[in-house]
């Protein structure tokens, strides 16, 4: 069952911001797709079986911390 989880990433500022969480978090398991929307700073993680605390550590690796 496809599920959406979201997140709000307030370092983001820029293209290269959105391109690296979009990368780590792209390569968690169970991840379909990754929307991001830089103006209100959303990440919204669509895919299978999610795991918030995988997709929090790519997040944290790419350099951010998600609320």
């Known amino acids: 069952m496809s ?6 990433v307030s370092g983001m500022s820029c293209a290269h911001c959105v391109s ?8 968690v398991r169970g991840v379909d797709s990754v929307v991001i929307d830089l ?3 959303v990440v919204a993680v669509h895919g299978e079986s999610l795991d918030d605390a995988a997709i929090r550590a790519a997040i944290d690796e790419a350099g951010y911390e998600a609320a």
């Open 39 to 41: 103006d209100t700073k």
């Open 20 to 27: 690296a969480v979009s990368d780590e978090v792209g390569s």
């Open 3 to 8: 599920e959406t989880l979201e997140y709000t």
